[in-house]
């Protein structure tokens, strides 16, 4: 028995290039990057018919941006996603609501027969992928998991090397991933604070990177052992300031580096602090609050079923922020490492930058603060913004190839301007216009989206046990 579904959805694609009806489920932060590309990018191809979000002032603000380009979405609440999808005849639901919500947002559409394009992670549970996965098996409608990271170039460019059987087979590999103190903490501010909502890092960071290493070596996990914790952050955490903390970023001293004011920011203002009033999501809770029960800090041993391993570790917490990745072949060894963001200020007026408004494709993570903006945006949106030049370290990608007997050579990577080195633009134009033939495969199914999380939902087994977990014994199989 695989431990694994194996069904695969069908559906069509939109390659036909007829204009298709879209709903967005979730008008957060990350709604910004489809709705722009909708309103602005393919109009023709897509029409944003509805919002679905439990906040009217949300789903407002980017009705006032849909009127500017002369379209009008209906309103829905949560509770009326069916009736939406039937009445709007949706034919395509985008989910970008908080991961624990996926799951019903995802079987809904599906089970009406409406194609779903999913924002990592697919869902946070067993219970979650479960009930995906039934609907699913049910459905001809396609789920697509937007997995932006593997449309980045220096991505890519690694995955065509092991593809190309530059290294040989692949026996190990070795993946480091460093959130520094501004991106890293932002997840200790609001829902992803709570693994109920979020799954932790394990699964709403890392299943990012767990895919990716699925996908580079075209391989299925089977076992997982983790270590873990809540080190740094929270009201016990080792970087924990000295004296008493804000309870909102709002309110912090013009000199703390974990303040967070969002005044200064027409978007995150709109979005956020104009709807607090609606439904008491606060964006900016102070990160060493009490009551965080996500990790900081994680450990993780992976065993894949063509018989690599890999050894992976996550930091929160870090100077810097970007990763490195070894991976062990026959043939050789590649080496990719990537500089996100060398340092990040201290918060002195000298160092500050104002962050881009424009700059609304990722994490967020960006605010200014007070008086004094600070760049806090996922740096991996705006690269060589911060930093480039100042200190040992550099801003940029390197990917270097050696095999054995032979000198390392290095790879060029052609990044360009935007999002994850332009990736954000590729992964657009294969939501909205199809993926034609990709030989690389990125676009991500349901099914990508299952393995990487099942790895998450594994770490956080295993940090309960302390025990290794089998895959398989997570009972994810419907047969
Ligand atoms: N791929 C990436 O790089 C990337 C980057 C950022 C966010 N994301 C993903 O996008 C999703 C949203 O993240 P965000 O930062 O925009 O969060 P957010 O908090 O800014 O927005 C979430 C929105 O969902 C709404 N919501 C809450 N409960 C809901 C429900 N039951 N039904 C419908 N809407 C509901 C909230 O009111 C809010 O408007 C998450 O799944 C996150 O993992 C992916």
Redesign the pocket.
Known sequence: MSSLPSASTTGRHPTDRTLRRYAV???????AMYINAMLHDFPGLAEPVAW????ET?MHHYSALARAAGRTPAHYH?DQ?EAMLRRERVDVLI?????H??A??VSTALRAGVDVVC???LTTDVAGLRRIDEAAAASGARLTV????RYSPRNTALKQVIADGTIGTVLSVHFEWLLDTVHGADYFR??HRQKAS?GGLAV?KAT?HFDLVNWWLDEVPETVHALGGLRFYGDHGAGRPAGPRPVLGRDATPDDPYGFDMSGDDHLRG??LD?EAE?G?L?DRDVFDQGIDIEDTLSVLVGYRGGASMTYALTAHSPWEGYRVSVNGTRGRAELEVVERAHVASGAASDVLAWRTDDVT???TDASRGRSPRPAV?PSVAPGTDGAARGARVNGSRLIVQQHWNVAQEIPVAETDGG?GGGDALLLTDVFRGPGTDPLHRQAAYRDGLRSVAVGIAVNRSLVTGQPVRISDLGLSRD
């Open positions: 489920h979730g008008t957060g932060h990350r709604a679905c979000d439990p906040n949300r949560p996603l989910v970008c609501s908080p991961d919500t996926h019903e947002a924002e990592k992670p937007t997995f932006n990271y609001r829902w979020s709403h990012h979005l956020y709807a439904d999501y964006r990722d994490d967020v996922d994850h």
